[in-house]
């Protein structure tokens, strides 16, 4: 009797690509989070000087321009790359369709509670915590934190899905983000009595979602 071997290379070389597009999806939006959380969108070479987004979202409010209403600032608008960031990287890592390895699912699970916390409003009490002017930070900060604990249960959810999901989100949330700094941009420079141009930490986060939608896009769409 003879015994006949089959090959699987075509689903092989599938799994493979789709572990590959997989690792840039979601290291991608591992660095869009850490960029638009604790790296810095105006850089100085004082420490002090340097300004994160969740610190450009609080400096603002202090601009002459700002206060005088010269100009109307959504200070939100800075936080929104690390809100799709941190609401994104649970679910997306977790995804069936992506065969990532299981630490690295948790790793990044993991990766979401800075990032969440970073989100927050500087002083943390109840009170400030829950004031409107906080509120939605506090909520997308428990949302994203739960959707971590829970992501496992939704593995199966349509890769195809999510890539245009985190496509659309991460564009736009990079193009209001960059049209606020745009805006207060000459306020800071009279502040600093400089020029100020995006940091390195804006061009983390634009390289992570780049990364991010293109992975997630060849993961979802690649096939032949």
Do not use: D
């Not at 369709?97 to 630490?103: D, I, K, Q, V, Y």
Request: cysteine-free; proline content about 6%; aromatic content about 10%.
């Amino acid at each position: 009797m003879s015994s006949i071997t089959i090959l699987e290379k075509p689903v092989s070389g599938l799994n493979t690509k789709h572990t590959l597009a997989g690792w840039l999806a979601s290291g991608g939006l591992l660095l869009a989070g850490i960029g638009g959380a604790f790296a810095p969108w105006v850089w100085r070479q004082a420490v002090a000087l340097q300004l994160t987004a969740p610190g450009l979202a609080e400096f603002v409010k202090f601009l002459a321009e700002v206060r005088t209403a010269q100009i109307q600032v959504q200070r939100l608008h800075f936080l929104l790359p690390l809100f799709v960031a941190m609401l994104a990287l649970p679910v997306l890592v977790e995804n069936r369709a992506l065969g990532l390895p299981r630490w690295w699912r948790w790793l990044l699970r993991l990766a979401v509670i800075p990032l969440a916390l970073a989100a927050l409003s500087p002083v943390w009490t109840p009170a400030i915590l829950m004031a409107a002017e906080f509120r939605t930070q506090t909520l997308l900060a428990g949302l994203a934190v739960g959707l971590a604990l829970v992501a496992p249960l939704l593995r199966g959810l349509p890769l195809k899905w999510l890539a245009v999901a985190l496509a659309l989100a991460g564009a736009t949330a990079l193009a209001l983000a960059f049209r606020q700094f745009a805006l207060v941009q000459p306020g800071i420079e009279n502040a600093y009595h400089s020029r100020v141009t995006p940091g390195w930490g804006w061009w983390l986060t634009a390289a992570g979602f780049a990364l991010s939608i293109g992975g997630g896009l060849w993961a979802a769409f690649g096939r032949k």
